[in-house]
């Protein structure tokens, strides 16, 4: 019963120092929270949470706050990510809807994900080499010339035209359209590259037609982008300087900011949600900062990763569930593409 109780003060603290940015006092906690003992039971609770390295007194006489170490147990004990509200839903579909294309789709989430938490957004475009075929299509515009649509799992399309030196006929035409989507539809990019290697060479134009998905695929393959939002929410951090100006300079490093999103892209979609607490973080300099990401694509594939970074003091609960919101739409928004 002693350590829920301590946990249920763990909590309150949390809760009020991300809300008040003021130490919290055992006194303040027993009228806001209704922890049903005394505020003598309550600071016994808290002289064990502070031996146990969970909060700090920052100087004598002030009431406590969490340390990385509290804030870590706080996330850790969550049971679940909170829904969201009507309000927040209703702000996701007006924003996301009738986005025309995967860079307004970025545009509009990094921008919603900055509204919604009050800390700085970063969306990861998706990249090609993570990225599978969806479909393909041959589209006979001449005899010796052919239009291809290549459609990734990304969002990105891509057009090439090409002109064959003989001419196809309407079966020739299908019979390469098949050949081509048994051979590369649901691969990875660098899988479906191999395989328009070895495509059978029978009909004209398929090695023209395969060099030309080739490098459709191959295009911007390393281009690691990502874009950022809400920046003046950096006022957040408070007066310190120290704790600001590094990540300030990490907005020119996409590398250090795709860093910070770590491994969200890869473990998992939108449902796998990683929080990093102050110096669990790739960067020591960012050791005051923490940062909520999680992986997105169509299906439960991840082509990339969105989040957020801000003060440890953050309202975990609340931006655990918008960016997992987010991050569900975008998915969804994707996989209807």
Do not use: C, W
Not at 31 to 55: K, Q, W, Y
Not at 149 to 154: G, K, P, R, T, Y
Not at 210 to 239: I, K, Q
Not at 245 to 258: D, F, R, T
């Amino acid at each position: 019963m002693s350590e829920e109780r301590r946990l249920a003060v763990l909590r309150a603290i949390v809760e009020d120092y991300v809300a008040t940015e003021e130490p919290v006092g055992s006194k303040t906690l027993v009228e806001r929270h209704g922890l049903g003992v005394s505020p003598a039971t309550v600071r016994n609770d808290m002289a064990v949470l502070e031996e146990e390295g969970f909060i700090h007194q920052p100087h004598t006489s002030a009431g406590r706050v969490p340390t990385d170490k509290g804030y870590r147990l706080f996330v850790d004990r969550l049971t679940s990510i909170k829904p969201m509200s009507v309000a927040e839903k209703r702000a996701i579909t007006t924003i996301l809807d009738g986005a025309v294309d995967l860079d307004d789709v970025v545009q509009r989430s990094v921008r919603l994900l900055s509204q919604l938490t009050h800390q700085l957004a970063i969306v990861q475009y998706p990249t090609l080499s993570t990225s599978t075929v969806r479909h393909v299509e041959v589209v006979a515009l001449a005899p010796t010339r052919l239009l291809l649509v290549l459609i990734l799992s990304s969002g990105r399309v891509e057009q090439r035209l090409v002109d064959l030196s003989a001419e196809l006929d309407d079966d020739q035409v299908a019979t390469l359209r098949s050949r081509v989507l048994q051979s590369i539809v649901g691969q990875r990019i660098a899988d479906a590259i191999d395989a328009l290697g070895v495509l059978a060479t029978d009909l004209p134009g398929t090695r023209t037609v395969a060099e030309a998905l080739a490098e459709a695929m191959s295009d911007h393959r390393n281009d690691a982008r990502v874009a950022v939002g809400g920046a003046a929410n950096l006022a957040r951090f408070g007066d310190s300087n120290t704790a600001l100006l590094p990540l300030l300079e990490a907005l020119e490093e996409h590398v250090v900011l795709l860093k910070l999103l770590g491994e969200a892209g890869q473990v998992g979609g939108p449902d796998t949600v990683t929080v990093r607490i102050g110096a669990e973080g790739p960067f020591h300099e960012l050791a005051t900062t923490s940062v909520v990401a999680t992986g997105y694509g169509p299906g439960d594939l991840p082509v990339a990763s969105l989040g957020v970074v801000g003060p440890t003091r953050m309202d975990y609960p609340g931006s655990m569930a918008a960016v997992r919101a987010v991050a569900r739409y975008v998915s969804r928004i994707l996989d209807e593409a």
